[in-house]
């Protein structure tokens, strides 16, 4: 595929990001089932708008419950099945189920390899591409895979190893960041 082909895209964690997360005491989790599975208020509007845009909207989630066994693969998959309903505009979904034990994945954020493996698969270019998370994890994994980064600060008690390129409190907030600086 030729550079002028490739499409911008906007890379997006799911938990703190487009669903409400589980916090306890100050550390988010994902919801353990569809029940808890809750779409922020801003969360389908966003992703319409950058869609709109010309952005291709991907996925990117860490799922260790998985592979530890505390959650199955059906029911992130139901969630998924769900999100996809919620918000069509959504392409593609990027999955890690490593646990992070032993030896870290490349595809386990803050390893860049799903956003990577997305860009393959669908023609994307990194340089006009972005990533919008709530967590360290998120803005490492975009700055090793080369895009712009924007946290949503929703306070949690962790600190950031990277300077984020934005820092917003909503989706919302991020979406208007993105679509005021980098159109595609």
Known sequence: MSPTSLRPAVFL?????????????????????????RLFDDAAAACRCLNDAGYTLVIATNQPDVGRGTQTRATVETMHGELMRLIPEISWIEVCYDPGRGEISRR??????MLL?????????????????????DIDCGQRAGVRTVLIDLGYQEALQAVPDHIVRSLGEAATIVLAQGRP
């Open 13 to 37: 964690d799911r938990d703190g990001t487009l669903n409400v997360p589980v916090v306890r005491d100050g550390k988010p989790y994902p919801p353990a089932t569809l029940a808890e599975f």
């Open 108 to 113: 386990r954020k803050p390893e860049p390899g």
């Open 117 to 137: 493996d997305a860009a393959d698969k669908l023609g994307l270019d990194l340089t006009r591409s972005w990533m919008i998370g709530d967590r360290w994890r």
